[in-house]
Nanobody, 124 residues
Framework: QVQLVESGGGLVQAGGSLRLSCAAS????????MGWFRQAPGKEREFVAA????????RYTDSVKGRFTVSRDNAMNTLYLQMSSLKPEDTAVYYC?????????????????WGQGTQVTVSS
């Protein structure tokens, strides 16, 4: 069974950068659509970025386009989210997720494997 573990979160000032990592075990990321989601207190979990199965084509929610970069390292079986020009509104718990039945999805409901989350806090 595939398990996902996120890391790399922390506290940064607005305008700073962080790189989140999602290490997979028990399977290969290339067989899954992979995504990053985030959830702030009192809000629903929302899509951030994703890569398609096999080809790892990236997609982003509008609010992070130009600032975040999602990538997959097949050799390391790791998904990354490079976050730059961070804003206070980016503050959330960030989750790595896998969709076993999709080539690509931006919908929370399509993902069936989730990591534990990593906290990202951006101060103003």
């Amino acid at each position: 069974q595939v398990q996902l573990v996120e890391s790399g979160g922390g506290l940064v000032q607005a305008g700073g950068s962080l790189r989140l990592s999602c290490a997979a075990s028990g399977g290969t990321l290339s067989s899954l659509a992979m995504g990053w989601f985030r959830q702030a207190p009192g809000k629903e979990r929302e899509f951030v970025a994703a890569v398609s199965r096999i080809s790892a084509l990236p997609r982003y929610t509008d609010s992070v386009k130009g600032r975040f970069t999602v990538s997959r390292d097949n050799a390391m079986n790791t998904l990354y989210l490079q976050m730059s020009s961070l804003k206070p509104e980016d503050t959330a718990v960030y989750y790595c997720a896998a969709a076993t039945s999709r080539a690509y999805s931006s919908n929370v409901s399509d993902y069936d494997i989730w990591g534990q989350g990593t906290q990202v806090t951006v101060s103003s």
